[in-house]
C-alpha cells in the first residue's frame, strides 16, 4: 500500500501526505479501500471521489472502488494494541506480545532475548516497520529491550489464595455432612480425596454416559460451585433416588465433601465427584441475588427469528409435550481460548423457544481486549479485525441477561459456556446463578441410544439435522436449539 501513497502523492502535489492505506479487501467485483487521516492536518470533506479517481488511474483495476476513510487515532494505547496484534501472528514472538509498551504515541519498545531478536531482524521487524508506517500518519520508532531468555516462560495459571470458611450450621440434603471447616471452591487445584468445599451451587443439569444398555449408561449430575466469580466443576453420581436438580439448590450455598482431579481440558481445573450436600445455613460465601433486568436493549437488539423449514421440522399443529412447555434460550459462546481464568469470549449467540417454537435471535461479536490466537482464527474464522471496535461482553451482558431473564437455559457441553456467564455476570451485579439449565451433550445418550460420539455435530446427524455454520455461535445455539427440541419431543414419547 505505501507504493500506492507514493504514487498518489506524485499525482496530486502531495495532497495526501497526512494519510495512509493500510487495508484493501476484494469481494463482489469491488475493492474496499481504508483510508486513515489525520485529524488534525486533514480534512477529508469532498476528498472521495478525487481519492477513488487516483486509485482506479493507479491500480487499473476490473471492479470499482469503494473507499473508508477513518479518523486515525494515533496514542500510546492504540500503537501498542497494534503491535501486539501484529507480533501474536509470529509464533517464534509471540512470547513478547503482551510485554510490548509504548512510551510515547511515536515510540514502541518490545523485549527480546538474544535469540528472538535474531529470528526478528530479517523478517518480523522490516515486516512491523512497514504495518505501523501504513497504519498510522506519524513515524513510529521500534525500540527492542533486551530480556534474558526466561523471561518469556509461560505463566502459570491464576491461584487464588487459600482460603476456607468456618461453617457454623449446615442441613445435610444428600449424605451426613454437618458444619466445620471447609476450603472455598475458588481454591481447588489439584487432586484432593476427602476435602470439604463450600461454594453457591449453580447449573444442576441431569447428564447420561454414553452407549448401550445399562451396563454402559450411568446416569449422573453436573454442576458448579461459585465463590466470588470463580467456579467449581462438580459431578454427582445419585446412589439412591436423591438428585441434586430435584433438590431446590440453585444460587444456594452449600457445603460437599468429596475427591478432586486434575483433567484434561481446561488447563489447571479441577473436577470434583462429590459424594455428600448440605446447605450452609450460617457462614460460608453469599449468593448474587437476581435482580430486574434493565427496561430497555441498549447494545444488542434481538430479533425475530425467520426461516421457513422451522413449520415443516416441528409443526404447530404438533401437541407441545409437557418436557418443552415454557421458556427456554439456547446459547453459545466463541472464545479466546479454553482457559476461564484467561480467556475471553469473541462472540455470542442465542435464540429463544417458546413452547417448542423458536421466536428470536440474539447476537454479537465481542471485543475481548486481547489478541485472538491463530489456532482460534482457524477453528472459527473470527479475526480480530472482525472484533475490534465490538462491544466488551460487561456491555452484552446487560441485554442477554434481559433476552434470557426468567428462561431455563439451553447449551452443548454448557459445562464449558456458563461459567463464563457467572464469572462475568458476578462482577456487574447480573445473577444467572438461579437459571435451570439442559445440555444437549447429556441428553443424547438418553434421546438417540447407541449413540458413542457426542459432539454437536453427531447428534444433529442422528436427528437428520444440519448445522450450517460450525464454530460460529448463532449457528451453534440455533443447532442446539433444534437438537433441544426434538430430543424433547423424543423423550416425552
Not at 10 to 26: A, Q
Request: with cysteine.
Amino acid at each position: 500500500m505505501n507504493e500506492i501513497y507514493k504514487k498518489i502523492n506524485e499525482l496530486s502535489g502531495n495532497k495526501y501526505v497526512d494519510c495512509r492505506f493500510p487495508d484493501v479487501k476484494f469481494g463482489d467485483g469491488i475493492a474496499v479501500v481504508t483510508v486513515y487521516y489525520d485529524g488534525e492536518r486533514f480534512d477529508p470533506t469532498g476528498k472521495a471521489s478525487e481519492l477513488s479517481t487516483l486509485l482506479e488511474k493507479i491500480c487499473r483495476l476490473n471492479g470499482s472502488i469503494r473507499l473508508v476513510l477513518e479518523k486515525c487515532e494515533q496514542t500510546e494505547n492504540s500503537v501498542v494494541d497494534a503491535v501486539k496484534r501484529f507480533t501474536q501472528k509470529f509464533p517464534f514472538v509471540a512470547g513478547a506480545a503482551e510485554r510490548v509498551k509504548a512510551t510515547s504515541p511515536t515510540c514502541v519498545v518490545i523485549p527480546m532475548h538474544e535469540g528472538m531478536k535474531a529470528l526478528a531482524s530479517d523478517d518480523y521487524i522490516p515486516r512491523l516497520t512497514e504495518y505501523l508506517k501504513n497504519r498510522f500518519v506519524h513515524p513510529i520508532e521500534i525500540k527492542i529491550e533486551a530480556v534474558e531468555l526466561n523471561a518469556f516462560d509461560p505463566e502459570p495459571e491464576p491461584k487464588q489464595e487459600r482460603k476456607t470458611y468456618a461453617i457454623e450450621h449446615a442441613e445435610p440434603v444428600i449424605g451426613d455432612l454437618s458444619g466445620g471447616e471447609a476450603l472455598s471452591a475458588a481454591c481447588v487445584d489439584g487432586n484432593y480425596e476427602g476435602i470439604t468445599v463450600c461454594g453457591v451451587l449453580t447449573m444442576a443439569t441431569d447428564m447420561i454416559s454414553k452407549g448401550t444398555g445399562a451396563s454402559r449408561q450411568k446416569r449422573y449430575e453436573k454442576f458448579l460451585l461459585y465463590d466470588g466469580e470463580h467456579t467449581q466443576q462438580c459431578r454427582y453420581f445419585p446412589n439412591d433416588k436423591t438428585a441434586v436438580s430435584d433438590c431446590n439448590l440453585l444460587n444456594t450455598p452449600v457445603v460437599v465433601f468429596g475427591n478432586s482431579l486434575l483433567e484434561r481440558g481446561r488447563t489447571g481445573e479441577a473436577t470434583l465427584t462429590v459424594k455428600a450436600i448440605s446447605k450452609i445455613v450460617s457462614g460460608g460465601p453469599s449468593a448474587v441475588n437476581p435482580i430486574d433486568p434493565p427496561s430497555e436493549y441498549k447494545t444488542v437488539f434481538p430479533k425475530p427469528y425467520e426461516e421457513y423449514v422451522q413449520a415443516s421440522l416441528f409443526s404447530i399443529d404438533e401437541k407441545t409435550p409437557d418436557n418443552l412447555k415454557g421458556t427456554f434460550v439456547a446459547f453459545d459462546f466463541e472464545t479466546t481460548g479454553l482457559s476461564i481464568h484467561q480467556d475471553s469470549p469473541t462472540e455470542l449467540g442465542a435464540v429463544k423457544i417458546v413452547d417448542g417454537e423458536i421466536t428470536e435471535v440474539f447476537h454479537t461479536l465481542i471485543d475481548p481486549k486481547r489478541p485472538i490466537p491463530d489456532v482460534v482464527v482457524q477453528k472459527t474464522g473470527i479475526t480480530d479485525e472482525m472484533v475490534k471496535g465490538q462491544p466488551t461482553f460487561e456491555d452484552v451482558l446487560p441485554d442477554f441477561y434481559k433476552f434470557s431473564y426468567g428462561a431455563a437455559l439451553v447449551g452443548h457441553n454448557i459445562s464449558f459456556d456458563f461459567p463464563f456467564l457467572i464469572k462475568f455476570g458476578n462482577r456487574i451485579g447480573y445473577c444467572f446463578g438461579d437459571r435451570r439449565t439442559f445440555d444437549t451433550l447429556g441428553m443424547a445418550p438418553r434421546a438417540l441410544p447407541g449413540i458413542d460420539v457426542l459432539t454437536l455435530d453427531s447428534v444433529l446427524g442422528r436427528l437428520n439435522l444440519v448445522n450450517d455454520n460450525a464454530h460460529r455461535a448463532l449457528s451453534d445455539a440455533t443447532a442446539t436449539a433444534k437438537a433441544f427440541i426434538a430430543m424433547c419431543k423424543l423423550l416425552s414419547k
